[in-house]
């Protein structure tokens, strides 16, 4: 690793930064103003009267054959899992007898 010098010429030369508060802090109330309405606050809720009620439940009709497909997936789904579980079952009856 080699070590550079830099002489004090080649820094910049930090002049006139100063900031003024005031000004900042008007400039940045001006723009929340003026800005999106993601920075305006939030209307604050006001409940309406319960007339209706909160829950209205939703009823899905489905066509006969809709509901024939979906029972065979249903019956499906339970083979492929009850296949499932005899492969693992196998495994550990096979697993058991070659231990013991």
């Given at each position: 690793?080699?070590?550079m010098?830099?002489?004090?010429?080649?820094?910049?030369q930090?002049?006139g930064?100063v900031?003024?508060?005031?000004?900042?802090?008007?400039?940045?109330a001006?723009a929340?103003?003026?800005d999106s309405?993601?920075?305006?606050p939030?209307?604050?809720?006001v409940?309406?009267e319960?007339?209706e009620?909160g829950?209205?439940?939703?009823?899905?009709t489905m066509s006969?054959?809709?509901?024939?497909r979906a029972?065979?997936e249903?019956?499906?789904?339970t083979?492929?899992?009850?296949a499932s579980?005899?492969?693992?079952?196998?495994?550990?009856?096979?697993?058991?007898q070659m231990?013991l």
């Amino acid at each position: 690793m080699q070590t550079m010098y830099y002489k004090t010429s080649n820094f910049i030369q930090h002049t006139g930064n100063v900031i003024d508060l005031t000004e900042l802090r008007r400039r940045q109330a001006a723009a929340v103003q003026r800005d999106s309405l993601a920075r305006r606050p939030e209307a604050v809720y006001v409940p309406e009267e319960a007339e209706e009620p909160g829950f209205r439940p939703v009823v899905l009709t489905m066509s006969r054959a809709r509901r024939r497909r979906a029972r065979r997936e249903r019956r499906a789904w339970t083979l492929d899992a009850y296949a499932s579980v005899a492969v693992i079952l196998m495994t550990a009856a096979f697993l058991l007898q070659m231990v013991l």
